[in-house]
Nanobody, 122 residues
Framework: QVQLVESGGGLVPAGGSLRLSCAVS????????AAWFRQAPGKEREWVAV????????VYEDSVEGRFTISRDNVKNTVYLQMNDLNVEDTAVYYC???????????????WGQGTQVSVSS
């Protein structure tokens, strides 16, 4: 069974940075696409970024393009999300997810972490 554990969330002022990590276990990590999603209170879960199995291709949601960077380490079985220039609208619970094909649709992912809270103060 594939298991994902996120870490790195917290409270930061607007303009600050955070780096989220997601450790994956239970199967060969390099076989999986990895993605980050987020869910703000009262809103649906939305896609943030996705990275290919090899890490050579990454795609971002428009509002985070240029501020967030997704990366992965297939030796450490970990996917990261470096978040810079954070703003209040980035406040949400952030989830990592893995599956076999790249997608921006939450329903396409079978494996999820428990989420980590990111709060940005004005």
């Amino acid at each position: 069974q594939v298991q994902l554990v996120e870490s790195g969330g917290g409270l930061v002022p607007a303009g600050g940075s955070l780096r989220l990590s997601c450790a994956v276990s239970g199967d060969t990590f390099s076989n999986y696409v990895a993605a980050w999603f987020r869910q703000a209170p009262g809103k649906e879960r939305e896609w943030v970024a996705v990275i290919s199995q090899s890490g050579t291709r990454a795609v971002y949601e428009d509002s985070v393009e240029g501020r967030f960077t997704i990366s992965r380490d297939n030796v450490k079985n970990t996917v990261y999300l470096q978040m810079n220039d954070l703003n209040v609208e980035d406040t949400a619970v952030y989830y990592c997810a893995v599956d076999r094909q790249m997608s921006a649709v939450p329903q396409a992912y079978d494996y999820w972490g428990q989420g980590t809270q990111v709060s940005v103060s004005s």
